[in-house]
T-cell receptor
Framework: GEEVAQTPKHLVRGEGQKAKLYCAPI?????VFWYQQVLKNEFKFLIS????????ETGMPKERFSAKCLPNSPCSLEIQATKLEDSAVYFC????????????FGSGTRLTVV | SQQGEEDPQALSIQEGENATMNCSYK?????LQWYRQNSGRGLVHLIL?????REKHSGRLRVTLDTSKKSSSLLITASRAADTASYFC???????????FGKGTMLLVSP
């Protein structure tokens, strides 16, 4: 499709529970990016993929966060044992390339940890 | 880590006026991009300017880039209420391949 589809739109989890977010990139886009936006402010880069392979994971918290992009499946971002500070909007974006391309963003998943 | 800093943090104007937002960044870049975020929505890509370009236009948008000053400006001419949104600059630092974003300028255009 021509849009990046993120599900669910909203997710509420109790502290310590697992959260799993999904992203279907635009068909033909090789790169997928995950960003975290806290309190409508800056976008923190988490991780990117080139097809199924991790491309850049420099922003990914070492513990509790993991992500995958498997063939013929939506990409996923999973947070084990959520904490209150994980409450944020998580955006996925896709792009045909990395350097001189704009990214197409999804509408985000709002995660609230209570 | 954050690369761009937008200025001002917030801007309030009347319909029909021009809006200018500025962005400064810290390291050399491959390109600089501007995005718009409407409340509760994802980012929309507006324009990309490469490091060897100085000015670019797209409709009512005009972007300039001064690599010697490590700064860029976004001008929206003849603003409309529908332009109300947050505007973010983002850069791809040289030797790197991922966009890093500033904190954004919140623009309010009143009818």
């Amino acid at each position: 499709g021509e849009e990046v589809a993120q599900t669910p739109k909203h997710l509420v989890r109790g502290e310590g529970q697992k959260a799993k977010l999904y992203c279907a990139p635009i068909k033909g886009h090789s790169y997928v990016f995950w960003y975290q936006q806290v309190l409508k402010n800056e976008f923190k880069f988490l991780i990117s993929f080139q097809n199924e392979n991790v491309f850049d994971e420099t922003g990914m918290p070492k513990e509790r966060f993991s992500a995958k992009c498997l063939p013929n499946s939506p990409c996923s971002l999973e947070i084990q044992a959520t904490k209150l500070e994980d409450s944020a909007v998580y955006f996925c974006a896709s792009s045909p390339g990395t350097v001189n391309y704009g990214y197409t963003f999804g509408s985000g998943t709002r995660l609230t940890v209570v | 880590s954050q690369q761009g800093e937008e200025d001002p943090q917030a801007l309030s104007i009347q319909e029909g006026e021009n809006a200018t937002m500025n962005c400064s960044y810290k390291t050399s870049i491959n390109n600089l991009q501007w995005y718009r975020q409407n409340s509760g929505r994802g980012l929309v890509h507006l324009i990309l300017i490469r490091s060897n370009e100085r000015e670019k236009h797209s409709g009512r948008l005009r972007v300039t880039l001064d690599t010697s000053k490590k700064s860029s400006s976004l001008l929206i001419t003849a603003s409309r209420a529908a332009d109300t949104a947050s505007y973010f600059c983002a850069t791809v630092p040289s030797g790197y391949s991922t966009l890093t974003f500033g904190k954004g300028t919140m623009l309010l255009v009143s009818p």
